[in-house]
């Protein structure tokens, strides 16, 4: 059995000499500002919902924020995995906030599988078809991140945790992690948009401005 005590002692000396040699150029190409821009507008969304009881009480919003919030700080840290783990904990978030805004108890579904099941035949029956395209998106992107979440490569098998490598630069993982972030904070925003754009009048005009500069002609035409 591994000692404890020297096993500590080599984390903690990781820890104390952890420095992130990240690239100096990781964010200054056009998909680094398209992917600020929508994690920016979800931001500006908050001073819509700050507004909605409801929703404040029930933490979704607040929590999906958040967990987009981790999955971007990870991303940009090389944490692939982690930032992936995190994304998939929003997608949920933001599909019990969609079901809120609804008037549905949606921190009472406690099955994934039941979460989106009832978002979807929420959206179907009001004719929102819009929006059952969104919820599916959603769910499309949840499945794909499960594969990673739930993977277990060899070297997580040794009985050693490999902090060294949690924060490896892999450009293929960078490229995989940032296209997720972005279909995602994209699919909520329309989502957001589609289902409450209405309510945009009630902040700044310049918040309003910078969530609706966000999405596409094609999404913003669908509510006139």
Known sequence: MADPQREIASISEFLQNLDLKLSGNILCGPSEKD?????????????????????KESGAFDEFLSDCSAAYFFHLTSAYKPSISMLRSGVENVVRALLILEGHKANEIEAVWELFAVARS?????????????VDALHTRYGEMCKTVHSAAPEYMSLRVPFERIFEIDDEKFRITQRLLVDVFRIAAEAFYL??????????????DEIRDSLSPSTKSLIS
């Open 195 to 208: 289902v409450q754009g209405g309510n945009l009048g009630a902040i700044h005009h310049r918040l309003a």
């Open 35 to 55: 992917l600020y821009r929508k994690f920016h507008a979800l931001l500006c969304w908050q001073k819509v919902f700050d507004a909605n009881s409801t929703l």
């Open 122 to 134: 929420t959206f179907l029956s009001a004719g929102k078809d819009v929006m059952v395209l969104r």
